[in-house]
T-cell receptor, first 115, second 120 residues
Framework: QKEVEQNSGPLSVPEGAIASLNCTYSDRGSQSFFWYRQYSGKSPELIMFIYSNGDKEDGRFTAQLNKASQYVSLLIRDSQPSDSATYLCASQANAGGTSYGKLTFGQGTILTVHP | DTGVSQDPRHKITKRGQNVTFRCDPISEHNRLYWYRQTLGQGPEFLTYFQNEAQLEKSRLLSDRFSAERPKGSFSTLEIQRTEQGDSAMYLC??????????????????FGAGSRLTVL
């Protein structure tokens, strides 16, 4: 079992819809979780991160974390064609400073938003 | 500041040759990371530095791989005796542990554009 697994894609949604991206992790010691967006041929860029159970909102993006279920999700409201990219979920194993930045990534989910 | 720079962007080499990649992080960032990404997969952690000290190296990393950050600024990643399985995108990222960046600033990675290696 991979440490971080993402729902199989690709995911296709119409413009204006809500895109839901899911991720599960196996290491119960994971403390912090990240969503990165990667456009084709480009490097990953951080969208948002979440540390506490519950929801965290930033503009059209909402990250949700449920540590009991070892589940992380990203909702994109009012999806736009420019949101079409690969979305990478990542976890950080420990809360300690020496582990900051050492991330375990999932394989990514390709999202396509069609007009 | 133009972000994280990597050089070369593309490298094609024959099996058995040595290659070296360079990364220039964001100037005020004291942490520098190397990741590797293959097609259809997420980035895989290789190693990281805080200033000039290499603090961790992945157990999966072959001893053919070596990384340095001699003055705490730029870093190099060398792969000796390349194999076809080394073909991948090598990503460099940087972050800062400065208090100005907040308690989790070190987790906010800025990636470079990557160096794509093809081993024939």
């Amino acid at each position: 079992q991979k440490e971080v697994e993402q729902n199989s894609g690709p995911l296709s949604v119409p413009e204006g819809a809500i895109a839901s991206l899911n991720c599960t992790y196996s290491d119960r010691g994971s403390q912090s979780f990240f969503w990165y967006r990667q456009y084709s041929g480009k490097s990953p860029e951080l969208i948002m991160f979440i540390y506490s159970n519950g929801d965290k909102e930033d503009g059209r993006f909402t990250a949700q974390l449920n540590k009991a279920s070892q589940y992380v999700s990203l909702l994109i409201r009012d999806s736009q064609p420019s949101d079409s990219a690969t979305y990478l979920c990542a976890s950080q194993a420990n809360a300690g400073g020496t582990s900051y930045g050492k991330l375990t990534f999932g394989q990514g989910t390709i999202l396509t938003v069609h007009p | 500041d133009t972000g994280v720079s990597q050089d070369p962007r593309h490298k094609i080499t024959k099996r058995g040759q040595n290659v070296t990649f360079r990364c220039d992080p964001i100037s005020e960032h004291n942490r520098l990371y190397w990741y590797r990404q293959t097609l259809g997969q997420g980035p895989e952690f290789l190693t990281y530095f805080q200033n000039e000290a290499q603090l961790e190296k992945s157990r999966l990393l072959s001893d053919r791989f070596s990384a340095e950050r001699p003055k705490g600024s730029f870093s190099t990643l060398e792969i000796q005796r390349t194999e076809q399985g080394d073909s991948a995108m090598y990503l460099c990222a940087s972050s800062t542990t400065s208090r100005l960046a907040g308690p989790y600033g070190a987790n906010v990675l800025t990636f470079g554009a990557g160096s794509r290696l093809t081993v024939l």
